[in-house]
């Protein structure tokens, strides 16, 4: 949902845009998994099931190749599935952590409105007493995704779900705007 107010308000104070939305677990969750310190988590523990399921395949190579009368082809899909099944399993787990740690910050939707000015965006929040403030002097990432805009900056993070926006463009135009402005 949009608002815009038209016109200037009081001073010298530019027009102001207004955006009303709901953020969820999922918003959150979808922030988390694009985070960098998520990513390597992610990467660490994948990784990690590669070399023990590569282990045990070492240990137990003699007796899957001694596999009387079963052809290549299953030995080798038998080889694969022991190296990829405990990696993607690992995958599956983290991100279900990852989700599940949404849900313990956010249990239930929140109402958000973020006031978008040229020289700063502040967002109110149910959940929190103190609004967010970001300057485009400390943005440090605008992350563009199909379903998210997110505005990083120090500790914080404007998380804008695609339903926030009218369509496509205008988010695209906030996220290129902020990339602009900001000393990324």
């Not at 914080?156 to 695609?162: E, G, K, S, T, Y």
Request: proline share 4%; aromatic share 6%; with cysteine.
């Amino acid at each position: 949902m949009t608002d815009t107010n038209k016109g200037r308000g009081a001073g010298n104070v530019p027009a102001l845009s207004v955006l009303t939305y709901d953020l969820t677990a999922d918003d959150l969750a979808a922030w988390v998994r694009r985070s960098r310190r998520a990513k390597k988590r992610v990467r660490q523990s994948c990784f990690a099931a590669f070399l023990m399921s590569a282990a045990l395949l070492r240990f137990a190579g003699g007796r899957v190749t001694m596999l009387a009368g079963v052809g290549s082809g299953a030995k080798t899909a038998l080889i694969v599935g022991l190296l990829v099944l405990p990696v993607l399993l690992t995958y599956a787990n983290q991100m279900r952590g990852i989700r599940s740690g949404a849900v313990d910050d956010l249990p239930h939707p929140v109402t958000a409105r973020l006031e978008i000015d040229q020289d700063r965006l502040r967002e109110y929040r149910a959940d929190r007493t103190v609004p967010v403030t970001v300057s485009p002097k400390l943005v440090h990432r605008v992350l563009l995704t199909k379903g998210h805009l997110f505005i990083e900056s120090g500790s914080n993070v404007v998380i804008l779900p695609a339903r926030a926006f009218p369509d496509r463009t205008a988010m695209r135009t906030l996220a290129d705007d902020w990339t602009r402005i900001s000393t990324i």
